[in-house]
């Protein structure tokens, strides 16, 4: 498995969050283990804690997401950086219990966690997935949905880095608010157009 696909952890994260909605999905103990996904073992380390503590990694894994959005790459990665720092873990190599076709060992990089919590482990893991998409693919593949007002966090995989919504139903919904927004734009155009070509009149009294 590829240290970048641990990236998703830091969108899932991020996205329980919509700022400008004023809309909160992380408000229980059940929220936060859904992230973990399959990944069990370690949801049930969680405590109520964490949810707090979640709080606070989204908010800081989301200012990694604005920042590269905006461009500002250094900032970027300084962020990424320091929670890199605090929450570190230990790349090793296991095959679990899966064998290839010639029944050896199906060996791929892991990321071994050792968290004094349930909020340490996720963390460390969405700080390193993410630390690598970036490093492969670039601080401009981090992104946030531009179809106002979602602003979801999406990692761009385009093959020519046109990426601009989190999904096909914000791509949609900002594709059809454009239409039609030159759609009035040309109704207004050609009203005036109309208008300018009406002739004056003028009534004179006798």
């Known amino acids: 498995m590829e240290l970048a696909y641990y990236s998703d952890y830091a969108v899932r994260l991020v996205n329980t969050e919509e700022p ?80 290839d076709e010639d029944g050896r060992p199906d060996w791929h990089m892991h990321l071994a966690d050792h968290p004094s919590n349930a909020t340490a482990g996720y963390a460390a893991i969405a700080a390193m997935g993410l630390a690598f998409h970036l490093t492969s693919h670039g601080v401009d593949r981090l992104g946030l949905c531009e179809a106002a007002p979602c ?19 914000c791509a949609t919904r900002a594709n059809v608010a454009a239409y039609r927004a030159r759609k009035r734009a040309e109704a207004d155009r050609t009203g005036l157009t109309a208008e300018a070509a009406q002739p004056s009149s003028s009534v004179t009294d006798r």
């Open 151 to 169: 602003r979801n966090a999406y990692l761009d995989t385009s093959t020519n880095r046109s990426r601009r919504y989190c999904s096909d139903r």
């Open 20 to 99: 400008a909605r004023n809309k909160d999905a992380l408000t229980s103990v059940e929220a936060v283990r859904e992230l973990f996904g399959a990944n069990q073992q370690a949801a049930r380390r969680t405590a109520e804690a964490d949810v707090t503590r979640f709080r606070s990694v989204r908010a800081r894994l989301r200012a990694v997401f604005e920042a590269a959005d905006g461009g500002d790459e250094t900032l970027a990665v300084d962020l990424l950086n320091s929670l890199l720092l605090e929450f570190p873990v230990s790349p090793q190599i296991s095959g679990h219990d899966t064998r």
